[in-house]
């Protein structure tokens, strides 16, 4: 997993914004989970899946924690599990491929 930067940030007295990355992004997703909700537990071969998160603090992969205002993105084939440790979370995942059923790209 790469921990990535926002890649601009500005601040005035109308707004701030937050530019969070460029890229070739094919589907969009946001989750709300539960106290103790287990998400994912499957890796990627082709799709990049980048996670955003907006609120809560989660366990990724049984090692560290990542909470808001963090930006990460899971290696390819590297299994990504991610645990709700908060009250809830709510995190956002951008992907490079979009989901199919029939191809789905989603490994155990």
């Not at 601040?11 to 530019?19: C, I, N, P, T």
């Amino acid at each position: 997993m790469k921990f990535l930067k926002a890649e601009f940030k500005h601040q005035d007295l109308r707004r701030s914004v937050v530019q969070l990355l460029t890229a070739d992004i094919k589907q969009i997703n946001i989750y709300e989970a539960n106290y103790g909700a287990e998400l994912g537990n499957h890796f990627h071969k082709e799709t990049l899946e980048y996670f955003y998160i907006i609120r809560g603090v989660l366990k990724y992969n049984n090692k560290g924690t990542v909470k808001r205002g963090d930006l990460f993105l899971p290696d390819l084939e590297e299994k990504h599990t991610l645990k709700v440790l908060s009250d809830k979370a709510t995190f956002m995942t951008f992907l490079t491929k979009p989901y199919n059923k029939e191809n789905p790209d989603v490994w155990k």
